[in-house]
Each structure stands twice: as structure tokens, then as C-alpha cells.
């Protein structure tokens, strides 16, 4: 899936990325009165007031990582959201959420990546923040941080399948936390044992 990693297509990327994470956000703020919610390290006391794509455009200018962190950051929000059902992603939480496993898929994909430090001023908070919200990020994965190449291939393909079509999620079809809402438009099996025999296929 080297096309989705090329330099010019990553704006596009990052941009699809920015409206689902937004739309879901969104959806979770109207439901969270009426589903109880978790108030973890990751919530703000107030919405930032930066947009979520801009703060994404913003990691990617200067974290330097590799393209496929983005993508391996993707797959760690669904893997998180959908272990931690009452920490929905939503307007409080999401920029943290997103410095967190950008810098998480980094340290696990690349070679040489900044500092915790380093990624704290990227995102706003301060490094004891920052530690902070790795180590609950990392907790709340389980400590599930690979990603098989089976794996890998089928997030590349739903995404590049998406961005072609460039089909906005409606409201109603974001679901109450990004685990869902990826489940209902993708729900890839991660059978790691039998990834590589079988191709990942979307849930109806």
C-alpha cells in the first residue's frame, strides 16, 4: 500500500482521517448525556479550540514519523476505543488521544523518533502529561501494539477505498465510540494466526 504512504497523497489522508474522527466526536457529544461516560486522563476541561484537522496537520508537519504511524495510529484508536466501550472518543478527548497514539506508533514503528518531551510540545500538554496519557493509552490497548502485515494491508485498502470515493459518514451513521463506528464501515478480523491465509472481510 505504498500509494497511501506517498507524500502527495498524505493531505488527503490526513484530511479523511480529521472528518471521521470529527464526525464521531461529534456523534459522542450529543450521547453523552444519555450513555455514561468515563472521565479519564484524556479529557480536557474544555474543547480545544484548535480543529482536529489542523491538529493533525499539525503532528504530521512535525513529528517527522513515518507515513504508515499514521495509519498504525488509525488501527490503535479502534483497537482502543473498542476495549474501552464507557471512553468514547469525543470533543474533549480527541486531540489527546491522537498526539498519543501517533507517538505510540512511532516509538513502535520506527527507527528513531522524538522524545516524549518533544512530543508534548507538538501537541500542547506537558511532558508529564504526556507520560501520563502513554502509559493509560497503553493500558487501555492491552498492550496490543502489533500489527501483522495482513492487518496492516486491509486499514490501507478501506482507506484508500474511502478516500476514492471521498463519501462523508452521515451523522447517523457514526456510531457511539470510533471502535463502533469503524466496526460498522470496516470490522477487520484480526485473527492475527490467520491473517495472511484468509483476506479480511467487512462486516454486513
Given at each position: 500500500?505504498?500509494?497511501?504512504?506517498?507524500?502527495?497523497?498524505?493531505?488527503?489522508?490526513?484530511?479523511?482521517?480529521?472528518?471521521?474522527?470529527?464526525?464521531v466526536a461529534e456523534s459522542?457529544?450529543?450521547?453523552?448525556?444519555?450513555?455514561?461516560?468515563?472521565?479519564?486522563?484524556?479529557?480536557?476541561?474544555t474543547c480545544p479550540t484548535?480543529?482536529?484537522?489542523?491538529?493533525?496537520?499539525?503532528?504530521?508537519?512535525?513529528?517527522?514519523?513515518?507515513?504508515?504511524?499514521?495509519?498504525?495510529?488509525?488501527?490503535?484508536?479502534?483497537?482502543?476505543?473498542?476495549?474501552?466501550?464507557?471512553?468514547?472518543?469525543?470533543?474533549?478527548?480527541?486531540?489527546?488521544?491522537?498526539?498519543?497514539?501517533?507517538?505510540?506508533?512511532?516509538?513502535?514503528?520506527?527507527?528513531?523518533?522524538?522524545?516524549?518531551?518533544?512530543?508534548?510540545?507538538?501537541?500542547?500538554?506537558?511532558?508529564?502529561?504526556m507520560n501520563f496519557l502513554?502509559?493509560?493509552?497503553?493500558?487501555?490497548?492491552?498492550?496490543?501494539?502489533?500489527?501483522?502485515?495482513?492487518?496492516?494491508?486491509?486499514?490501507?485498502?478501506?482507506?484508500?477505498?474511502?478516500?476514492?470515493?471521498?463519501?462523508?459518514?452521515?451523522?447517523?451513521?457514526?456510531?457511539?465510540?470510533?471502535?463502533?463506528?469503524?466496526?460498522?464501515?470496516?470490522?477487520?478480523?484480526?485473527?492475527?494466526?490467520?491473517?495472511?491465509?484468509?483476506?479480511?472481510?467487512?462486516?454486513?
Amino acid at each position: 500500500m505504498a500509494e497511501l504512504e506517498s507524500p502527495s497523497v498524505m493531505p488527503k489522508l490526513i484530511s479523511f482521517l480529521s472528518s471521521l474522527l470529527k464526525r464521531v466526536a461529534e456523534s459522542n457529544d450529543l450521547n453523552q448525556q444519555q450513555l455514561h461516560q468515563k472521565i479519564s486522563v484524556f479529557h480536557g476541561l474544555t474543547c480545544p479550540t484548535i480543529s482536529i484537522q489542523s491538529y493533525l496537520e499539525r503532528i504530521f508537519k512535525y513529528a517527522n514519523c513515518s507515513p504508515s504511524c499514521f495509519i498504525v495510529a488509525y488501527v490503535y484508536l479502534d483497537r482502543f476505543t473498542q476495549r474501552q466501550p464507557s471512553l468514547p472518543i469525543n470533543s474533549f478527548n480527541v486531540h489527546r488521544l491522537l498526539i498519543t497514539s501517533v507517538m505510540v506508533a512511532a516509538k513502535f514503528m520506527d527507527d528513531l523518533y522524538y522524545n516524549n518531551a518533544y512530543y508534548a510540545k507538538v501537541g500542547g500538554i506537558t511532558t508529564i502529561e504526556m507520560n501520563f496519557l502513554e502509559v493509560d493509552f497503553l493500558f487501555g490497548l492491552g498492550f496490543h501494539l502489533n500489527v501483522t502485515p495482513g492487518t496492516f494491508q486491509a486499514y490501507c485498502a478501506h482507506l484508500q477505498r474511502e478516500m476514492l470515493l471521498m463519501q462523508p459518514l452521515t451523522l447517523a451513521d457514526s456510531s457511539l465510540s470510533l471502535g463502533k463506528s469503524l466496526k460498522a464501515h470496516l470490522c477487520f478480523n484480526e485473527d492475527e494466526s490467520s491473517s495472511h491465509q484468509k483476506q479480511q472481510q467487512l462486516a454486513v
